[in-house]
């Protein structure tokens, strides 16, 4: 148990994130960049933003909508897990 414990301090003392993280961020980042400049475009071409059929306090927020998916695969496919990370943690 000491060695995972000195490991993952030495991974922070080098600025590394675990392998979940870093996913986590590179789906951020690139969503970010897709809806603030529409590069790449086949991305940004993936997102759709939410439009509430009625006025509500979040309808200012750049929320993105969450597409239905059957499969547990599905899921875990850019455009659904973007809207589903992005909506948790940076906008």
Do not use: D
């Amino acid at each position: 148990m000491m060695y995972i414990a000195e490991v993952f301090c030495s991974l922070i003392e080098m600025h590394w994130l675990p392998v979940e993280w870093r996913i986590k961020f590179k789906i951020a980042t690139l969503t970010f960049k897709a809806l603030e400049t529409g590069q790449p475009l086949y991305l940004a071409q993936q997102l759709c933003a939410y439009a509430p059929t009625r006025a509500l306090r979040s309808s200012t927020s750049k929320l993105l909508q969450v597409p239905r998916t059957n499969l547990r695969f599905g899921s875990r496919s850019f455009c659904a897990s973007a809207p589903t990370l992005s909506q948790r943690s940076f906008l």
